[in-house]
């Protein structure tokens, strides 16, 4: 007779859902989700079905894309994508705040959709793509929500605002017309505790009017 768990997981695997793939899944922001909800974001069903790899409990090696450049560190499997990058890579641009996936201060892009990099294990994003806010901008240029969360004057004490500005470049990625509901739709998963919102807002529609030019 199965014990509750191994029920519930063989129920989920029926589904073609697993544990770990549950996991990955929820790495994404909130906007990540929209994506997802979107159509936008595939979630691969064979992945789901795949065996999970063994790894530990030493370091395991992580190959992957980092604004556009290819970088391999060794981590522990229990090291999360944030540690990564902030500790192994010297990119602190993503803020750890909550460090448990209720704020999106950490968001970076994974293959181009927002994630909480808190909650995301550097080993699943091995042979991905990330953006971070230090990969945004092209050299001096700065991206167009870059330049208007300045115009705008959009951020106080700093701490949400790379996360603010993954989110909005994200949607604009996705949708270069969005309403006012989109911008806060797709920052909602965004805490700011200095209450930047309406600025927020503002500087993302008029990048998207910016970008349209
Ligand atoms: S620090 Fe990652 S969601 Fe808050
Ligand atoms: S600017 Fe301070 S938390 Fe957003």
Redesign the pocket.
Known sequence: MKNPSEEQSSMQEKKGVSRRAFLRGAGLTTAGTVALSAGLLSFKLEDAKAPPAILGPGEAEVRFVVNGQARTIWVEPRTTLAEALREHLSLTGAKVVCDRGSCSACTVWVDGKPVNSCITLAVDVSGREVTTIEGLAQGDELHPVQEAFIEHDA???????PG?VMSCAALLKRNPNPGLEDVKLATSGNL???G?YPKVFEATLAAAKKMKK
């Open positions: 951020s106080m004490c700093g701490f949400c605002t603010m700011c505790r200095c930047t």
